[in-house]
């Protein structure tokens, strides 16, 4: 490709294959041009499947391992509580626009988490959802936020409280943001000089997670009938026509991209993960809990606990080691069999009916490259991604379908998007199979003559 081109990646999380690539493809006419135009597949996302740390793996081509973070918390040290969060200043591999600076090239990024603290580049940058508020320094260059305030009316980072049983709300509230995200990026783009633009729109995510049970018959809390019935599809609809204002930006002679970070998937319920760790005797409290409480760990009896877990989309299972932890139990030369013996329970276990559900519990070091930081003894994925992990304790049981942090319809999937539209028609068409969203930055590069760096871990898709 001729490196005087542009390119524009458009980034909408958690947008899922069945629902572009096939149940509305025919309502989507700006993705169903880019898709029956060039080229799309399913996009193998990492291990595990979230948004921190997946859009970094994507825009640096390497691993989770690598990056050495795991997810949005991770542990800082071998204490019991000390976390770091995963913003910008943890990142020190190079981004696509990182390398594109340093050849003069210049970018658009917009909400491509972690995004805050804004770093510089070449061009112009918003942060992420993590921006604590309106208040901070956002953008880079720092002058660039009052041209915002004043030309968009502000940035909108993301939906607040997705997790709500007050549906109204929460459909403005994610048009509110999906509007701003893509007003934004149309002004930059309109404004600015621009070789490269990339940005993430949440609230695709934002509304599988607040509404999946409605269209989803399948879905074990699906509500016939309900007058959400057609809101993840109306919302799609919606994106579709702000992609098509964009494309018309963009203009004909440039190479579009859309990706995603993640699928989705109905959530048919929660594991207690440090309730299940309790039973098989993995895990002792000191004090049992009066009704539903988060674990504490003040109130964990180190002296007989050998793991805990956390909550969330997907699974960490942290192990009490002698000499590594505080408090540690388990001596060193048996932290193997107990792992393995961790992950042959946490295979086999089964839903409310007895049958296996499709747990996987992966050992970091076989998943990633390297192991920077420090990762979970075990990255947990429940039921096949169709379970999340509770780390309330108190439920009473095993098996809940209530979530411990406020209602949520969907869990995240391991494959996202991939598509590539070259108005041009160069390229591979059609449908691709085996694509890998640490694959997207070096063919980022490409497409402007640049050889990806070595040390990069996806391979150029043509």
């Not at 600076?101 to 970018?107: F, I, L, M, R, T």
């Not at 995004?115 to 880079?140: H, I, R």
């Not at 695709?204 to 016939?224: A, S, T």
């Not at 994106?239 to 098509?244: A, L, P």
């Amino acid at each position: 490709m001729s490196n005087d081109r542009k390119v524009l990646v458009i980034g909408l999380d958690c947008a899922t294959p069945q629902l572009v690539f096939d149940q509305w493809k025919d309502k989507l006419p700006n993705l169903g041009k880019l898709i029956d135009g060039g080229s799309y597949g399913e996009l193998e996302s990492t291990i595990p499947p979230i948004t921190v740390p997946a859009w970094m793996s994507m825009v640096t081509s390497k691993d989770p391992g690598t990056l050495g973070f795991y997810g949005f918390r991770n542990r800082k040290n071998y204490s019991y509580d000390e976390m770091f969060f995963a913003t910008s200043t943890v990142v020190k591999e190079k981004t696509a626009w990182d390398i594109l600076s340093e050849q003069g090239k210049k970018s658009i990024v917009v909400g491509v988490p972690p995004a805050y603290p804004p770093k510089p580049l070449n061009g112009n940058l918003l942060s992420c959802f993590l921006t604590p508020g309106p208040e901070s320094d956002y953008t880079y260059p720092k002058e660039l936020k009052s041209e915002i305030v004043t030309n968009c009316g502000g940035y909108i980072f993301d939906v607040m409280n997705f997790r709500t049983e007050d549906k109204e709300k929460l459909l403005r509230d994610i048009d509110e943001l999906a509007e701003n995200r893509f007003g934004v990026t149309k002004y930059l783009m309109q404004n600015k000089d621009w070789d490269f633009c990339m940005f993430v729109e949440m609230g695709v995510d934002r509304i599988h997670h607040g509404f999946w049970k409605y269209f989803d018959k399948q879905h074990v809390l699906y509500e016939p009938g309900s007058k959400y019935e057609s809101a993840v599809e109306d919302f799609y609809i919606k994106i579709d026509q702000m992609i098509g204002d964009l494309l018309s930006i963009a203009g004909d002679d440039t190479v579009v991209l859309v990706v995603s970070d993640h699928g989705a998937k109905r959530m048919d319920g929660g594991l207690c993960f440090n309730e299940w760790l309790m039973r098989e005797g993995f895990l002792t409290l000191k004090q049992k809990p009066e009704g539903r409480m988060q674990v504490k760990h003040d109130n964990i009896d180190w002296s007989k606990t050998k793991a805990w877990g956390s909550g969330g989309y997907y699974g960490r299972l942290f192990m009490n080691v002698q000499g590594r932890e505080p408090h540690g139990i388990i001596p060193k030369e048996d932290y193997e069999k107990v792992r393995s013996e961790l992950v042959e329970k946490l295979e086999a276990l089964t839903d409310m009916h007895g049958k296996v559900m499709g747990t996987r519990a992966y050992r970091p070091e076989e998943i990633y490259s390297t192991v920077n930081n420090i990762a979970p003894d075990l990255i947990v994925l429940f039921g096949d991604l169709f379970w999340r992990s509770v780390g309330t304790v108190g439920f009473g049981t095993i098996h809940t379908l209530e979530n411990d942090t406020g209602p949520d319809d969907a869990n995240h999937a391991q494959h996202g998007i991939f598509i590539k539209y070259d108005p041009r028609g160069e390229g591979t068409k059609g449908e691709l199979e085996g694509l890998h969203l640490m694959d997207v930055a070096p063919t980022i590069l490409s497409l402007f003559g640049i050889e990806p760096p070595k040390d990069m871990k996806g391979k150029i898709i043509q």
